[in-house]
């Protein structure tokens, strides 16, 4: 998950010209001497401002996984679904599904 609190994540924010910030809730990234709630996520897609003066990234962070048969599902979600529950959560509320549905 690409959260503004992670420090590489981070370093890139602060050195691209924005800032990270806390609200007591979560970490958002902001304009570096700008008011504003700013994002709660690090990178995104289509928030022209948030990439020119913020260090927001549209850039995906990639990785390859060669399936198996251990391999029981592929769960693509967005970034809203780990605010609510962990992925262990969400493995268990499909577990019962069987594999290929």
């Known amino acids: 998950d690409h959260k503004p609190d992670l420090e590489d994540e981070k370093q890139r924010i602060e050195n691209s010209g ?7 809730y979560c970490h958002r990234v902001a ?3 700008g008011a504003g709630p700013g994002l709660n996520m690090s990178r995104s ?3 022209g401002v948030a990439h020119r003066v913020c260090g927001v990234s549209a850039d ?8 198996s048969r251990e391999d029981y599902a592929l769960l693509v979600c967005s970034d809203g679904i780990w605010e609510v529950i962990t992925p262990q959560e ?12």
Request: aromatic share 12%; proline share 3%.
């Open 90 to 101: 969400a493995a268990d509320m499909i577990k019962d599904y069987g594999q290929w549905q």
């Open 18 to 24: 924005g800032r990270v910030t806390f609200d007591g």
């Open 31 to 33: 304009k570096k001497h």
């Open 45 to 47: 897609f289509g928030d």
């Open 60 to 67: 995906p962070e990639v990785r390859e996984h060669q399936l």
